[in-house]
Structures are given as structure tokens and as C-alpha cells.
């Protein structure tokens, strides 16, 4: 099955009208996000692409560079060329099938920039089956991937700065929203727990809290000891 999105791109250059269709073949694309990450007033494309193969989905960054070569409509961006993407995570098998649901940015860490949020609900850490997790990678991880056709694996510990998993088996962890509190005017991260059977939870991730991981990477916070 090949999965489209057509992508109106108007803002991304001048106010310029652009359409862009996104294709990737035996794949399903679920979510866009858009976000500026280097920070140039013009808007970077996060796209999701679940069951991206067999076993996999993965999650595709693609920078205004490369949306602002298209200045006609009707043009085709095939992410199975490498060139037309600057990063990709992939989830692995062991991973989910659905990373990148959801996907959210914000400045997590008080540096003044952008910094992402991918998520799957159906991880299996700490041997507790569809607990969920969720990845935080700041900008200065995201800035050390230059060029084009870069893949990373979301299960390497190199390649986030923080990840969260679920309380407990089929849990869901989901990351909602984020927002600020006005005594501090920062980012800060809203998680849900959903479970069918029981009441759930919700999370808040201070912006203090995940400031403190700034420079490391493969750090982890389990929710059942919080």
C-alpha cells in the first residue's frame, strides 16, 4: 500500500503557495508536525510513518532547505530516496510499528530552541508489554545531523536525550500536549497513561526536571518509580 499527504507549504517561504504530496510505498503516514528547528523563521516538516516496512515505522525530518527547492504545486517528495530527507528514525522491530504517534516540539531545556517529542504507545521496556514510551531530543542532538539521508535507530542510547516509559503493561503512555506555567514561562510536557481496564494518569515533565539531562544522552525516567 503506498500512503500520501498532500502538504500546503504556504508558510514556509515568503508566503509563497506551495503544495507538496509526501509518497512512500507499503507505507502508512499518519501524522505531520511542523516546527522550526534551526531556527531560521521557516517551518521543518516531521512526518510519521507507520509500518514504514514489514516491521517497522519510523519518523522522517525534513528541513525548509529542502521544501523550499518546490515552487510550483504538484510536486512529489519520495521519502524512499534518501536525499529527500535530512534525518529518519526508525523504530526497530522491537520498538512499534507506530513511532511517531504522537509527535510534539518545544524548548524543553531553556536554550531558546525548538526540541522534539516522539512517541509509541505500545513499547515493551522494563518487560511490561504496550506500556508505551516516549523520546525527548533536544536541539543539540538534532543539530549534529548535517546533509541529507541521515537514519538513526530510536533504541540507540546515542540518539535521545531522554526516554519515558509506561508504569505498567498495556498502560499507553502517550505524551498529550505542551504548555507553560506562567510562574516560569517555560515548556513543560504533559503525559497520559490510558489503560482499558483501570483509571489512568496524567504526567507533567517539568521544564526544570528535563533540563537537568542537558549534554547526556540515553537517559531514562520509568513512571512506576516516580
Not at 531556527?39 to 510513518?49: E, F, G, H, I, P
Request: aromatic content about 10%; overall charge negative.
Amino acid at each position: 500500500m503506498e500512503g500520501e499527504y498532500t502538504v500546503d507549504t504556504s508558510t514556509l517561504d515568503d508566503g509563497e503557495d506551495v503544495d507538496i504530496v509526501i509518497a512512500v510505498s507499503y507505507t502508512h503516514l499518519t501524522y505531520l508536525h511542523l516546527v522550526d528547528i534551526d531556527q531560521n523563521s521557516k517551518s521543518d516538516l516531521l512526518v510519521a510513518a507507520w509500518l514504514r516496512n514489514s516491521s517497522e515505522g519510523s519518523v522522517y525530518l525534513i528541513k525548509d532547505s529542502i521544501l523550499d527547492d518546490y515552487t510550483t504545486t504538484g510536486n512529489t517528495i519520495d521519502l524512499a530516496t534518501t536525499s529527500n530527507f535530512n534525518v529518519r528514525w526508525d523504530g526497530g522491530s522491537t520498538i512499534s510499528l507506530s513511532l511517531g504517534a504522537p509527535m510534539l516540539s518545544g524548548d524543553f531545556d531553556n536554550d531558546g530552541k525548538k526540541d522534539i517529542v516522539l512517541g509509541s504507545e505500545y513499547t515493551d521496556y522494563n518487560s511490561r508489554a504496550d506500556s508505551g514510551s516516549t523520546w525527548v531530543i533536544f536541539n543539540t542532538l538534532l543539530d549534529d545531523n548535517t546533509g541529507t539521508g541521515n537514519i538513526l535507530n530510536i533504541s540507540s542510547s546515542g540518539n535521545y536525550n531522554i526516554r519515558i516509559d509506561g508504569s505498567a503493561s498495556e498502560y499507553y503512555l502517550r505524551a498529550t500536549t505542551q504548555g507553560k506555567f506562567l510562574s516560569t514561562g517555560y515548556d513543560n510536557l504533559f503525559l497520559q497513561e490510558v489503560p482499558s481496564a483501570v483509571s489512568g494518569s496524567t504526567y507533567i515533565l517539568g521544564n526544570s526536571l528535563m533540563a537537568t539531562y542537558v549534554g547526556t544522552t540515553g537517559n531514562t525516567i520509568d513512571l512506576r518509580c516516580v
